[in-house]
């Protein structure tokens, strides 16, 4: 048996260090255990006066490594990005110059992400030829810097096995950060895929939320089902009958540009699991003042801005199409909720559960029990805090005293300057995302009857039917004891405010 790993020369002396592990560890996946002798290596060269010139995105460049075993392709090796860049610090001493070796001179999210598309690229324009060639990705750094194992590279790893891709190296990652999204290594025998569309949109979230650079993307979901007629002011709960073929998910990307290469394994991640589960998925780019306001449109805005077309053209060769919405169904749906709210202001119905979950969506909560953590869609629901019946029972006095608190008023500003009435203040607060959080129906029906509540000021757990010992027993079990801090805005520890001036039992 002959093989032969070929690298392109601007990563040469890089990769010269490991591909001997990188193929021994492929090979291995398959049972076999080679002689690191018996490979040869190549250089495939790329032209260009310098390693950038080499490595610029219009060249044939991808970070590889090529194996071929009697002339048939049979790995690519993907590579991460990396400080350590034996070549440039070769070329810079051959200059005369200095480099300043492992720096940390790239955003630790470039770190395996871009430039992946030209990985992903070279794959399957090879597997045209090729039709066994099988991927693999390797990393590199692993030990000398914590990036490799950082939040936002692990997620990417988790993303990779979802799209079925394996890391040779995976061991050495720790997913140390990952402990508190409920994922370790040990504790899910290795089992790096997500199997959970929602989940994994949690977990974007959660992360995205942790690096304050990212504007957090966030999760629509409309139902063609819904009908605002239907809805009951005075009751709380849910319509349970779960249909996925009627909702359609929209994922909101608030900004682009230089995030698109992140976008792109996150869009296809999304895309495989929504598919797995069935669920209908559009993505779109949105600009944040046209946000589903309930105002007509202004000017001729373009609404959804695709990929460059190095992505548009990859998605095309995995054999994947990917639904961006387009400007009129984003005008759609503005018209949309504006019929919703003309129906419910005509017959008086203050509750939009579509609007309201759309607007705790929007906020960029996860979608989970905010009690026990629990995670699985189906049985989730939105939970008011300030009833609605209590805020349709309210007087005019209370009403504009709670919109007058400082906290509270652009709830009720109109960019059109309309002005309100008291149905429209009291569709706005029943309805603000503030005024509400995800509980799983166990912890909804106790809520709803009364059984606890949360402290205004800091979101804890109160509970009020302590000599139910049965009540006491299940309330034990919970994994929180108070809201989380991105979840107590100070609207939502108004809410909170008013909640508990109705309930007698609560103070
Ligand atoms: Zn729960």
Redesign the pocket.
């Known amino acids: 048996m002959e093989i032969k790993a070929k690298i392109f020369n601007s990563n040469w002396e890089t990769y010269k260090k490991i591909y001997k592990d990188a193929i021994k560890r492929a090979y291995r996946k398959e049972g076999i255990e080679i002689d690191e002798k018996k490979i040869t290596l190549e250089k495939d060269c790329i032209q260009g006066k310098n390693i950038r010139a080499q490595r610029a995105p219009s060249s044939r460049h991808s970070r590889t490594i090529s194996v071929y075993e009697n002339e048939e392709l049979k790995y690519i090796i993907g590579i991460s990005n990396t400080a350590y860049d034996e070549d440039k610090r070769k070329e810079q001493k051959e200059k005369g110059e200095k480099y300043v070796y492992g720096n940390n001179n790239f955003h630790s999210n470039s770190y395996l992400c871009q430039g992946i598309n030209k990985i992903f690229e070279y794959y399957y324009n090879e597997k045209r030829r090729y039709p066994n060639v099988k991927l693999y990705f390797y990393l590199l750094d692993i030990g000398k810097k914590s990036y490799p194992d950082n939040l936002s590279n692990n997620l990417t790893y988790r993303e990779l096995y979802t799209l079925g891709f394996e890391i040779l190296n995976i061991d050495s990652i720790t997913f140390h950060d990952f402990k508190p999204l409920g994922f370790s290594p040990k504790k899910y025998k290795n089992m790096y895929a997500y199997t959970s569309f929602n989940k994994f949109a949690n977990d974007i979230l959660y992360i995205s939320m942790k690096n304050s650079g990212n504007a957090p993307a966030y999760l629509q979901c409309i139902d063609s089902d819904f009908n605002i007629e239907k809805e009951k002011n005075e009751e709380e709960g849910e319509n349970r009958n779960w249909n996925t073929t009627t909702k359609e998910y929209i994922y909101t990307f608030k900004t682009l540009g230089a995030q698109s290469y992140d976008n792109f394994l996150v869009i296809w991640t999304l895309h495989t699991l929504a598919k797995r589960e069935n669920k209908k998925l559009k993505f779109a780019f949105l600009k944040e003042r046209f946000n589903f306001r309930l105002h007509p449109l202004q000017g001729d805005e373009k609404f959804t801005q695709d990929f460059p077309d190095s992505i548009t053209r990859l998605f095309e060769k995995i054999g994947i199409d990917i639904k961006y919405e387009t400007t009129e169904e984003v005008r759609q749906q503005i018209n949309r909720e504006m019929q919703q709210y003309d129906t419910a202001k005509s017959k008086g119905i203050i509750r939009n559960q579509e609007l309201f979950k759309n607007n705790m969506r929007k906020k960029g909560l996860q979608t989970k029990?905010y009690?026990?953590?629990?995670e699985v869609e189906e049985i989730l629901e939105a939970a008011h805090l300030w009833g609605v019946a209590e805020i349709k029972k309210a007087n005019a006095n209370n009403i504009n005293r709670v919109c007058k608190i400082p906290c509270m008023q652009d709830l009720i500003e109109d960019p059109l300057q309309v002005k309100k009435d008291l149905f429209d203040k009291k569709y706005a607060l029943a309805n603000s995302g503030d005024n509400g959080i995800w509980?799983?129906r166990?912890?909804h029906g106790l809520f709803d009857r009364k059984f606890y509540c949360f402290e205004a000021k800091d979101g804890k757990v109160l509970l009020q039917k302590e000599e139910n010992e049965t009540f006491m027993k299940y309330m034990k079990e919970n994994l929180y004891q108070s809201l989380p801090k991105e979840v107590l805005t100070e609207k939502t520890k108004v809410y909170l405010q008013e909640r508990k001036k109705e309930t007698v039992s609560c103070s």
């Open positions: 029990c009690l026990c953590g629990c509980l799983c166990n912890h």
